[in-house]
T-cell receptor
Framework: GNSVTQMEGPVTLSEEAFLTINCTYT??????LFWYVQYPGEGLQLLLK?????DKGSNKGFEATYRKETTSFHLEKGSVQVSDSAVYFC???????????FGRGTSLIVHP | EAGVTQFPSHSVIEKGQTVTLRCDPI?????LYWYRRVMGKEIKFLLHFVKESKQDESGMPNNRFLAERTGGTYSTLKVQPAELEDSGVYFCASSQEGEKLFFGSGTQLSVL
């Protein structure tokens, strides 16, 4: 079946540090890949997506590249801010399906 | 434009009681999804409505859970009778064509 594996959290960083949150997936075919973010007290929001191999999704300084050969979609940001503190969820959606499969989420805490 | 609204935001009940969660999707969104996240684990799919029809209910854990979407507008998820393992955050999401999901802020259910 389809599954998403994320690195364990929490990830604790100082402001302006480099961020990587690892995500790998298992799926048949060529799923679409997503990163969602949940800020405290809010619902999940789509952060970025990629729909085919080697595509790079980007938004708000965050980037992730769809790597078919390593089945990965790692999230990166060059310089994090305190306001980036949130829970980040990696997800996949199989081709032809309306149902995303989510990982367990990775909590990010950024200190001033 | 109003987002996805869930009610209540928190619910604390005793084992054996009944609880009903409500979700109001974004107006015009035909697709409505229910997901659940147990503490620290994956966000698990429960079911998917297209308008008033259940398109996929493969994630519903057992027959103590009943979801409805009368008239294709708001949806309810009833748990009867509630068990301890039903505790978690219940998320509702809606979408127009399945590409991007809009999430509510969730209902935190605690069964004591």
């Amino acid at each position: 079946g389809n599954s998403v594996t994320q690195m364990e959290g929490p990830v604790t960083l100082s402001e302006e540090a480099f961020l990587t949150i690892n995500c790998t997936y298992t799926a048949t075919g060529y799923p679409s890949l997503f990163w969602y973010v949940q800020y405290p007290g809010e619902g999940l929001q789509l952060l970025l997506k990629a729909t085919k191999a080697d595509d790079k999704g980007s938004n708000k300084g965050f980037e992730a590249t769809y790597r078919k050969e390593t089945t990965s979609f790692h999230l990166e940001k060059g310089s994090v801010q305190v306001s980036d503190s949130a829970v980040y969820f990696c997800a996949l959606r199989p081709l032809g399906s309306y149902i995303p499969t989510f990982g367990r989420g990775t909590s990010l805490i950024v200190h001033p | 434009e109003a987002g996805v609204t869930q009610f209540p935001s928190h619910s604390v009940i005793e084992k054996g009681q009944t609880v009903t969660l409500r979700c109001d999707p974004i107006s015009g969104h035909d697709n409505l999804y229910w997901y659940r996240r147990v503490m620290g684990k994956e966000i698990k799919f429960l079911l998917h409505f297209v308008k008033e029809s259940k398109q996929d209910e493969s994630g519903m854990p057992n027959n103590r859970f009943l979801a409805e979407r009368t008239g294709g507008t708001y949806s309810t998820l009833k748990v009867q009778p509630a068990e301890l393992e039903d505790s978690g955050v219940y998320f509702c999401a809606s979408s127009q064509e399945g590409e991007k999901l809009f999430f509510g802020s969730g209902t935190q259910l605690s069964v004591l």
